[in-house]
């Protein structure tokens, strides 16, 4: 995901979960706490340098109290096909129980 469409969808991400933090008052260090990840990673994330795997997409969304689609922005329709592609890249890299969690996880949204 290295073209323009990538790089702004990963910032879009960033900045929601960004947003959706402070909105909970917490800091990225007890956001990190709370998730079980390193502080910087939650800095990454949010400056769009690098996408969350599925499995702190999800403890993510449940933390900050949002369902998985209130993560992603709906503001560019290209940008949803780039989410797509994400989706399916990620879940050729899941073993079995990941997958099967993901599936579940999506199953509740649609």
Do not use: W
Request: with cysteine.
């Amino acid at each position: 995901m290295g073209n323009a469409k990538g790089v702004n969808q990963k910032k879009l991400l960033g900045s929601r979960i960004r947003h959706m933090r402070r909105k909970n008052d917490l800091s990225q260090e007890r956001l990190g706490e709370m998730l079980g990840i390193d502080p910087n990673s939650i800095s990454r994330i949010e400056c769009g340098v690098h996408y969350p795997s599925l499995e702190t997409l999800e403890k993510i969304s449940r933390t900050l109290n949002l369902s998985m689609r209130e993560l992603f922005p709906d503001e560019h329709e290209g940008e949803i096909e780039e989410m797509r592609k994400f989706l399916i890249r990620i879940s050729s890299e899941l073993d079995e129980k990941k997958l099967a969690q993901v599936v579940g996880v999506i199953k509740q949204i649609i």
